[in-house]
């Protein structure tokens, strides 16, 4: 069974760091592309960050660019998201996905497999 299952999610502060992982289990990831997506209440799921399948290119949403980097590890089937210099705004459940290529997209369409989220909660 394909599973992929975040953790490092949490309560913090404005300006505090965080770093969310994401394990993979029933299948090697090693050829896909990984991405970082985040949903706030009452919003559409965005991009937040993707990496291709070797960790040599990386992808960032605007809002998030210079605070987050996202990385992995292909021999322990592992995706990172380092976050930095919280904000209020990067309050959501962030998901981890892996794509069909070994590129990532920033459609979340392009993505087969899903995490079951974890929660990042920033107060000012």
């Known amino acids: 069974q394909v599973q992929l299952v975040e953790s490092g999610g949490r309560l913090v502060q404005a300006g505090d760091s965080l770093r969310l992982s994401c394990a993979a289990s029933g299948h090697t990831f090693a050829w896909n592309g990984m991405g970082w997506f985040r949903q706030a209440p009452g919003k559409e799921r965005e991009f937040v960050a993707g990496?291709?399948?070797?960790?040599?290119?990386?992808s960032y949403t605007d809002s998030v660019k210079g605070r987050f980097t996202i990385s992995r590890d292909n021999a322990k089937n592992m995706v990172y998201l380092q976050m930095n210099s919280l904000k209020p705004e990067d309050t959501a459940v962030y998901y981890c996905a892996a794509g069909r290529t070994g590129m990532y997209s920033g459609s979340s369409q392009e993505y087969d497999f899903w995490g079951q989220g974890t929660q990042v909660t920033v107060s000012s």
């Open positions: 990496i291709n399948w070797s960790g040599e290119i990386t």
